[in-house]
């Protein structure tokens, strides 16, 4: 796939980038952008730096959920076509 130069927004500051799929990307940057202002809503003396912390560790425990609740359907599906073998033989 070939690289996209694009212009995203976050908090106030642009930042041009070079990516795979530019929607995804635009997407993932308003999503960093809300969290951000979501928590400066909350602490407003927060500087952005912290802000950004505060967000990425946000979007971390959702993937480390997401990636445990991958993991758990995996082994149902794995349980589900075991019980599917054993009983059309």
Not at 18 to 24: F, G, P, Q, T
Not at 32 to 41: H, P, Q
Request: glycine letters at 4%.
């Amino acid at each position: 796939m070939s690289m996209e130069k694009i212009n995203v927004n976050v908090y106030g500051d642009n930042y041009p980038l070079r990516v795979e799929n530019s929607e995804l990307t635009g997407k993932a940057a308003k999503d960093v952008d809300g969290v951000m202002r979501r928590f400066a809503a909350k602490a407003p003396d927060l500087e952005a730096k912290k802000l950004a912390v505060l967000a990425a560790i946000q979007f971390a425990e959702k993937k480390n959920e997401l990636e445990e609740e991958l993991s758990q359907l995996r082994q149902k599906m794995a349980h589900i076509n075991d019980f599917i073998e054993q009983n059309l033989r």
